[in-house]
């Protein structure tokens, strides 16, 4: 798969080890930066590239995740999840589809983010009964505002 990854300054090594465990699990990555102390910029940007599919995924990283999450949100076609445990991971995926995770660099440590990123990229959304009908919901609201 094809990651993007952005971060506000203060998680720029943070999410540079990161990007590093997800090319050792053999997928292509992209960094948007972190300069930008307006971390707003690159979730956007971030969130824009992925909404495009012109990468499979994103993830992003700020203090707690939640900046960068509301943000990310804020552009049609991304559904970016705040992840703090591995279930909530596989959920993010398997339950809502997202194709966006972030996570806090001041209150997630390195082995956590790993096995969190790990369990994300490691699923596949798949339409079904219980989850197929939330995520329609979401979407259809979407694009009528």
């Known amino acids: 798969m094809k990651i993007a ?3 506000d300054p203060n998680a720029t090594e943070y999410k540079e080890k990161m990007m590093k465990y997800v090319v050792g699990l053999g997928h292509e990555v992209m960094d948007f930066g972190s300069d930008d102390p307006i971390y707003a910029h690159v979730a956007i940007q971030v969130a824009e590239q992925v909404a495009a599919k012109k990468y499979d995924r994103g993830i992003l ?4 995740g939640l900046g960068m999450m509301l943000a990310a ?7 970016a999840a705040v992840v703090g445990d591995v ?3 596989q959920r993010a995926c398997l339950s809502n589809n997202c194709n966006i995770i972030t996570l806090g660099s001041q209150v997630t440590g390195e082995k956590k983010a790993e096995a969190l990123i790990h369990e994300y990229l ?3 959304y798949i339409y079904n009964d219980r ?14 505002h």
């Open 122 to 124: 490691e699923c596949t």
């Open 131 to 144: 989850s197929g009908k939330k995520v329609d919901a979401i979407i259809e609201y979407e694009q009528r």
């Open 87 to 89: 279930y909530s991971a």
């Open 5 to 7: 990854f952005g971060s």
């Open 73 to 79: 949100n804020k552009v049609k076609g991304a559904y």
């Open 61 to 64: 990283f700020c203090g707690t």
